[in-house]
């Protein structure tokens, strides 16, 4: 069946523009997670979205990052006025919280956003 | 203080050998998950083993296995039979509740032929 999906793959952008990242989420997924990794290094986290719930944005640098997701499908990561210091691959996932317990987080391939 | 740690930042293994990937990690909390994710140079993040903190028995995915040792707070990935194909990032990540994944700095394999 279909993966996560995110758009666009590769992102270039001037310093000071605004981005919007995109996350399709498998079907039936009801939690999405947003991470960020820079060059070299691990995964972090930025924000969860579970449900109707009210998002846990505990992982957001500041506030230029935002995150929308409607029910449970679509999410859009928006940087505004990016920095240099955004660079980075952007990667979205999702889990069936629901049969089961181990909630694995199934990952997209990522968004490599490039700020000039 | 880390919540994921990852001592060994970069291996080399013989093919066919057996290799042991580090990992501790840090909680108060009693409900929590480890997992192992493998990062090929394309870049995607996939899913190999998962060991809850109350499973009894250690973690077995074909040549993957997870040696949990939950008094010393460890959860070593064990890589049976190493393949040239294993060559990648390796990060070890904990769920805490249901929420999101902590994860570490990630130890780069490579197997030599």
């Known amino acids: 069946g279909a993966g996560v999906s995110q758009s666009p793959s590769n992102k270039v952008t001037e310093k000071g523009k605004d981005v919007e990242l995109r996350c399709d989420p498998i079907s039936g997924h009801t939690a999405l997670y947003w991470y960020r990794q820079r060059l070299g290094q691990g995964l972090e986290f930025l924000i969860y979205f579970q449900g109707n719930s009210a998002p846990d944005k505990s992982g957001l640098p500041s506030d230029r990052f935002s995150a929308e997701r409607t029910g449970e499908s679509v999410s859009t990561l928006t940087i505004q006025r990016t920095q240099q210091e955004d660079s980075a691959v952007y990667l979205c996932?999702?889990?069936?919280?629901?049969?089961?317990?181990?909630?694995?987080?199934?990952f997209g391939p990522g968004t490599r956003l490039t700020v000039t | 203080a880390q919540k994921i740690t990852q001592t060994q930042p970069g291996m080399f293994v013989q093919e066919k050998e057996a290799v042991t990937l580090d990992c501790t990690y840090d909680t108060s909390d009693p409900s929590y998950g480890l997992f192992w994710y493998k990062q090929p140079s394309s870049g995607e993040m996939i899913f190999l083993i998962y060991q809850g903190s109350y499973d009894q028995q250690n973690a077995t995915e074909g040549r993957y296995s997870l040696n949990f040792q939950k008094a010393r707070k460890s959860a070593n990935l064990v890589i049976s039979a190493s393949q040239l194909g294993d060559s990648a990032m390796y990060f070890c990540?904990?769920?805490?509740?249901?929420?999101?994944?902590?994860f570490g700095t990630g130890t780069r394999l490579t197997i030599i032929p």
């Open positions: 990540a904990m769920r805490e509740g249901q929420r999101k994944l902590t």
């Open positions: 996932a999702s889990s069936f919280r629901g049969g089961g317990h181990s909630y694995e987080q199934y």
